[in-house]
């Protein structure tokens, strides 16, 4: 296809992003609005981000145009190219399925007090938001429509304004998502002294090393805002289950890779030559943000709060293999920053599908067992056993275990930290064998947090009389999950395929290309280095398992004989005697009980064990404490009187022409 | 030719481990009872066991799900294929190609994954007991066994377990600080997978202490023959992993048959003596409590950590 329909197929994306938005106004009359015409355009968008991601991968060029809008003398400059169109292709690869899922899923919204118009109307400019950002090639289109995408976000998150948790969640969304809009625009700013707002005249001019590291500082704690990094997660576990499932899957899969991508595009592209400090700050804050992640992950009841850490430490993952590729780009071994940039992409677009697909399942769960809480569920895996298999899959993915898809993204960063021995800096070379040490354990206790998840959520029986009632989902959410689930598949099992075409994104930023040749063997680093064959894996497995199963078949074709479970020759064990999720991760609260906050006690009838988050108590606490110590000063200027005011003035104006003479 | 021969040692190396899996657990019982002056089960008792479970009628709890029934298979299919990448007498094992070091980790993951599940499906208090055990175990030592393996990676500059063992092989032999913290983190390591005294006791039946026994413990007939001997490969494979990585003398380094037959004696004497290792340590030993585990197993974290550390300081010039 022509390299030439990049562009007009992403016009397409954002008018039927926009279109949607506005065909969901008609819902407040007419209900079905959202199921005929708004999702449907959710899913032309899709198709269309995907496709003209794809073309702009595949054919790797650049292609500009000015828009006749904007501000005088600054036109809207818009642009696609491979690092815009890697991650248009994880929006579409997630959006498609959403727009499948929607329809089912809103249904239960139709007959509550929430306005389904404005569900669908923000939905729409969310999305519409996200794709101005992946195009926008100047930073005042890049801010207006980052903004709408926090903006429109934040009405979804508070889209069940009626329950008080809801609406906290979404004002510390909003008040995070201002502040680090604020410091985005002072990166840009940063940048724009050189040059100008448009991406090209910041490309073509560098800041001198302070002013640039101190738009690297701005940009990572702006976009890493946006994007979880520790200690600025503290919004993401409480938006994300507050939001409507299908918009937390949105969110958790592609808002936060949005942000990822303006901190590649500020720092990787337009910030100028690399410096292995910036790499050290990203493998430090990466590897922090994925402990911790996985730590608190393991720690929740709440299934949509334990996916949503689970997305901190998966994009602290991509941070640390981000760090990774600066500092070999630093170091001067271009084809190894290309390796680490493209575990990171990959790991990017592995966990955009993984996730999508996990919060549209617990989405389902929610919807047919009507509990987001894992103390609730148990033996969905009978009840729901679509849904139940293939939120497997999901968490098979995100443990990182072979064939699946989220193992290759781990396979690509360990090799790229086992290239350590290239460096001279010894400090470095210290670093990135710790940075690895971090990463395997992170992978171990994603495996805890994903066995736990789906060992007492969906396995063993039910803890609670409405997961003993819980049904199937209908055939459109199942769909939604259904492409999910092959989209993951084909992923993992033709990384070879995947990576060529991330490659040019790699290729655009680092100059370098990571080939395997073929398409069955992941060999990045060359055969004899370290070779990886996921579809061989995957036949292996299937043909040992069906050769057993063959083999040990009884002869007679009985069925197998069911009896009740042991009880120690006692009575059958009953569903309270289970595990519970807190029982389960017990160990883990042991070992690494300073980082929580621990609270223990009765509430109300129950015993209940609570795994905080520090960062509340060690920072946000005291830095709120702060600001109402100094808004109480700032209140003395402020005691009604007239006279006050004028003096006040009076001052000012002195103290100004002091200044100005 | 060679490409006939490379297939027959793809088949073969998997196979022959498989079939020696439980000669081998049978072998260490065996010096076990005699260093406890007992005169211990004839060695070929495990695999009576193993031919008495497959003839039996398999009887499922009423509470278990599809996936209780698919999980022995997976098991017993992903450790066998993670027994497949490791190079057993030929350093050239094709098998090695498919699946690097990091994918035999992850293999044993996967195996992992889905025999905690299957240990949560029943929805008995043991079967929780043990997962959540298992998955503290598995927490340190997954991790403590991707350093070993980086360890080695960063010094041969491969991750493919045939080419690291070729490359020991070839260099000269000196005597690496790394490598020593890295051995003992690895037997450290394939202590607690395999679940042996001290961190768990393969001969308990008392539900409180099992961690294995725990999660296996609705299993029956053919099933529970599986399970069973996926475990016994899986102490095998590390054994047979101990030696690559760290014992490579001897294994033949070219395609032919003659050579595997030199390479097979020596391999068998290492085997047996890294089973008799493991009998004095598990005579000698008591099992830990439980809450002990965590810090023995911190403790092969941080040696396999100080192994990677003491290789980038001491051992590679810039």
């Not at chain 1, 910030?271 to 730590?295: D, F, K, S």
């Not at chain 1, 992409?345 to 996990?358: D, I």
């Not at chain 2, 047979?240 to 050579?259: E, I, K, N, Q, Y």
Request: proline share 6%; with cysteine.
């Amino acid at each position: 296809m022509n390299a030439s329909w990049a562009l007009p197929l992403a016009g397409l994306a954002v008018a039927a992003a926009l279109g949607s938005a506005a065909s969901s106004l008609l819902a407040a009359r007419w209900p079905r609005a959202l199921t005929v015409l708004a999702f449907p355009m959710l899913g032309v968008s899709g198709i269309a981000a995907q496709a003209a991601g794809l073309i702009a991968l595949a054919s790797g060029a650049r292609q500009t145009t000015l828009l006749p809008a904007g501000l005088p003398g600054l036109p809207w400059h818009v642009a696609i190219d491979p690092l815009a169109g890697a991650f248009l292709l994880m929006l579409g690869a997630v959006l498609l399925p959403v727009a499948l899922y929607g329809p089912g899923y809103v249904r239960a919204f139709r007959n509550g007090r929430d306005s389904l118009a404005t569900l669908g109307a923000c939905t729409g400019l969310f999305v519409a938001g996200m794709l101005g950002v992946l195009l926008a090639a100047d930073a005042f289109l890049f801010m207006l429509a980052w903004e709408l995408m926090s903006l429109a976000s934040y009405f979804l998150v508070c889209f069940q304004h009626d329950q008080p948790e809801s609406r906290r969640a979404a004002f510390v969304y909003l008040l995070l998502a201002q502040v680090a809009g604020l410091l985005i625009l002072m990166a840009f700013g940063v940048l724009a002294t050189t040059g100008g707002f448009a991406f090209p005249a910041m490309r073509a001019a560098h800041p001198d090393a302070t002013w640039a590291a101190i738009a690297f500082i701005l940009a990572l704690m702006g976009f890493g805002t946006k994007a979880g990094l520790v200690p600025l997660h503290v919004w993401l576990p409480e938006a994300h289950p507050a939001a409507p499932s299908h918009i937390s899957a949105l969110m958790s899969a592609v808002m936060l890779k949005v942000a990822l991508y303006g901190f590649l595009r500020v720092v990787f592209d337009l910030l100028g030559p690399p410096q292995w400090g910036y790499g050290i700050t990203l493998v430090v804050v990466g590897a922090t943000t994925a402990l911790l992640g996985a730590m608190l992950a393991v720690q929740q009841v709440d299934l949509k709060r334990l996916l949503a850490y689970s997305s901190i430490e998966n994009l602290g993952t991509v941070f640390l293999a981000l760090g990774l590729a600066e500092i070999f780009q630093a170091a001067g071994h271009p084809a190894m920053a290309a390796l680490a940039l493209l575990a990171a992409l990959f790991q990017a677009l592995s966990h955009a599908l993984l996730k999508a697909l996990l919060f549209l399942g617990a989405g389902a769960v929610q919807h047919g067992a009507h509990t987001r809480s894992l103390e609730q569920m148990g033996g969905l895996l009978r009840r729901m056993p679509r849904t139940g298999w293939m939120f497997l899959v999901g968490c098979l993915g995100m443990s990182a275990v072979p064939p699946l898809s989220g193992f290759v993204s781990e396979w690509l960063t360990f090799q790229a930290a086992l290239q350590a021995w290239r460096l001279h800096d010894s400090l470095l070379r210290i670093l990135v064998p710790l940075a690895a040490a971090s990463l395997a354990l992170t992978t171990a206790l994603a495996a805890v947090v994903f066995v736990r998840a789906f060992g007492i959520g969906f396995l063993g029986r039910a803890r609670s009389r409405q997961v003993r009632h819980a049904h199937e989902v209908g055939d459109g959410m199942l769909a939604g999950q259904a492409w999910l689930v092959a989209s993951i598949a084909g992923v993992a099992l033709f990384p070879v395929l995947v990576a060529s075409l991330l490659g040019s994104a790699v290729l655009q930023l680092t100059g370098r290309v990571p080939g395997s040749p073929g398409w069955l063997w992941l060999t990045p680093l060359g055969p004899t280095t370290a070779s990886y064959a996921p579809l061989l894996v995957l036949a292996v497995l299937l043909g040992v398992g069906l050769l057993g199963w063959v083999v040990l078949r009884p002869r007679r074709g009985a069925p197998v004989r069911r009896v009740d479970a042991w009880g120690c020759g006692y009575a059958p064990p009953t569903p309270d005697m289970q595990f519970s999720a807190m029982g389960f991760a017990q160990p883990q609260r042991r070992v690494f009980a300073p980082v929580y906050a621990l609270r223990e006690g009765f509430a109300g009838s129950a015993y209940e064990v609570v795994a905080g988050d520090r960062s509340w108590s060690w920072i946000y606490r005291p830095l709120g404490a702060l600001m109402d110590r100094t808004a109480d000063l700032a209140r003395r200027l402020q005691a009604g009187h007239v006279r006050r005011y004028l003096a006040w003035s009076l001052l000012t104006l002195l103290l100004l022409l002091w200044i100005v003479s | 030719m060679d490409r006939l021969l490379s297939l027959l040692l793809a088949l073969l190396q998997p196979l022959a481990l498989l079939a020696a899996a439980p000669l081998f657990t049978a072998v260490v019982g065996r010096f076990k009872a005699r260093l406890q002056n007992r005169r211990g089960v004839p060695l070929k008792t495990p695999y009576r066991e193993l031919r008495k479970w497959a003839a039996k009628e398999a009887v499922v709890a009423r509470t278990a799900s599809p996936l209780f029934r698919a999980a022995p298979y997976i098991v017993f299919a992903s450790t066998l294929l993670a027994a497949a990448a490791l190079p057993v007498w030929e350093t050239a094992s094709p098998g090695a190609h498919v699946a690097d070091a990091i994918v035999l980790i992850g293999l044993l993951g996967l195996a992992r994954f889905m025999l905690v599940l299957a240990g949560l499906d029943v929805g008995t208090p043991f079967g929780g007991m043990g997962a959540s055990r298992e998955m503290l175990v598995a927490n340190f030592a997954e991790p403590a066994l991707l350093l070993v393996v980086f360890t080695l990676a960063m010094t041969t500059h491969t991750t493919n377990i045939g080419a690291m063992a070729a490359a020991t092989l070839h260099g000269a032999p000196v005597l690496r600080p790394s490598y020593m913290f890295a051995l003992a983190a690895l037997l450290m390591v394939a202590v607690a997978e395999c679940g042996r005294i001290p961190v768990d006791n393969p001969s308990t039946h008392l539900e409180l202490t099992m961690i294995h026994e725990g999660m296996v413990l609705e299993y029956s007939g053919r099933h529970l023959a599986l399970m069973e001997w996926a475990a016994q490969l899986k102490l095998l494979l590390f054994a047979v992993l101990t030696v690559d990585l760290f014992l490579p003398w001897g294994l033949a380094t070219r395609m032919s048959p003659t050579a595997w037959l030199l390479a097979l004696p020596l391999l068998l004497v290492k085997l047996a003596g890294l089973a008799l290792v493991l009998a004095v340590s598990e005579t000698v030993l008591a099992k830990m409590r439980l809450f002990r585990v965590p810090g023995y197993l911190t403790l092969a974290f941080l040696l396999a950590l100080l192994g990677l550390l003491s290789h980038v300081i001491l051992e590679s010039a810039p």
